[in-house]
């Protein structure tokens, strides 16, 4: 069979014919597959797999998870796109796989997870991958943040009318997250009904995240904007012994505090700190706020709070365990900002946020694979050599997406990499970071013997 298609500038004439030779665009991604079987994923995923088939023709679970992941990293952002895949014969051969699942088999298989199986899958593979995070002396600074995942139609169990911004009375869910932010890494995830408020269980999921990081390295700070700002929080905080800065809500009480200040340090002439201690209605003792104030000025808008009593400047207040001075307060605090980054990819280059079935726990299941993913994607860029933070849709466009041939010569499988997309020429440096890396490992929480 043979057609014809004309070249837009010139007008030429091009002859379509057909091809069986196996071609893929994703021929990068073998580098990505050389970090995963060099961790062992699959390994790992067929010992936690709570999901077993009975059929001798049906796919195997773990490889159907992995499939699905593989389909999120080549761009897929609903079930549907997985269906792109199962005819790329060469990408096939690449991950040793016979049949490439339909996104129906895709589905049934996260339809499969309840509570117990998201439990004893997503638990063991989260601290599997927490013994590989590189130990800091000076420890990680863990980020809280909720964000909306807006949702179409009226089927999925958990959505509701809540708090979102871009579209209000739209069903959605309201995820909540927790980050290390030095190695980019999701430390725990939970999905939400859409009309919880953005603090509401945040101490049980913290008493989870903690649980499943054990005795891994200490945790310098907890992070966390206005809608954190709990006394119960504050006080689980303080009874583990984390050292916290919290953006402080601007309640009558606090206001009244902050109005009192009179000791404000000028750090130059359009900004000034100070700070107070406050006992809020409730609290069994008074904690320290810190206050920057800001001038208010024509030529850049001001961040922060206005009060009425001091029209002139707008404030930010942080309630804080740390000693430090103010301005590290506020500095330190400022770095969470790139939580809002991880989010974003996380929706934008992973599509979390498309990703939704009828019941809850199975797109509760599909959530968390993808938290999973991020952090393999984060883990892949530092065992590669990359030497800073690249977005997933970044490693796609640079590393992945590389058209390729694959052919057997006699036994062996050969990969052609286009030399156009960069070829071995890219990605030689990335595989030899990839197979001489040496994983550090992590201490797991040992419990004390009985004696």
Known sequence: MEAQATRIFDGRKVELRETEQYLTPYGGLVVFLEFLNRIGLVRKVMECMPVVHRSPNSIPPAQTWVAFLISVVAGARRFTHASWLRGDRALHEMLGMDRFPSDDTIRN???RFGMGEIQRFFEPMTEWMMERLARRVEGHSLDL???VFER??????????????????????????????????????????????????????????LALWGERGPLR?????????????????????????VVARFTKSVKREVTRIVQWRDLDENYAVGECEIKLMGWSRPRRFVAVREQIRDSKPSLGKKLIDLPEYTFRVFVTSLPSAPEE?????????????????????LGADRFCLKDFHATDAVFRSILLLFNLLSEFRRVSGMPQHKEPATLRSEV??????????????????????GGLKRRIPLITSVLTWVFPFS?????????
């Not at 907890?222 to 984390?242: H, I």
């Not at 201490?443 to 004696?451: D, E």
Request: proline letters at 4%; a negative charge; glycine letters at 10%.
């Open 109 to 111: 298989l996260f339809l």
């Open 329 to 349: 307060i506020w500095r330190d605090y400022n770095h969470r900002a790139d939580m809002e980054n991880r989010i974003a990819e996380l929706k934008h280059d």
């Open 400 to 421: 992945f997406l590389c058209g390729a041939e694959m052919k057997r010569e006699g036994d062996n499988l050969i990969l052609s990499l286009a030399a156009g997309w």
């Open 152 to 209: 179409h139609g009226q089927q999925q169990e958990g959505a509701a009318k809540g708090y979102n911004p871009r579209r209000p009375g739209r069903l959605s869910h309201h995820p909540l997250l927790a980050v290390l932010a030095e190695s980019h890494f999701v430390m725990h995830g939970w999905l939400r009904s859409g009309n919880s408020g953005t603090g509401r269980g945040v101490t049980e999921f913290l008493k989870e995240a």
């Open 145 to 147: 943040d909720s964000t």
């Open 443 to 451: 201490p797991k929480l040992t419990p004390a013997l009985v004696t």
């Open 221 to 245: 700070v907890v992070r966390a904007d206005a809608g954190f700002f709990d006394n119960e929080l504050l006080s689980f905080l303080e009874a583990r012994e984390l050292d916290y800065i």
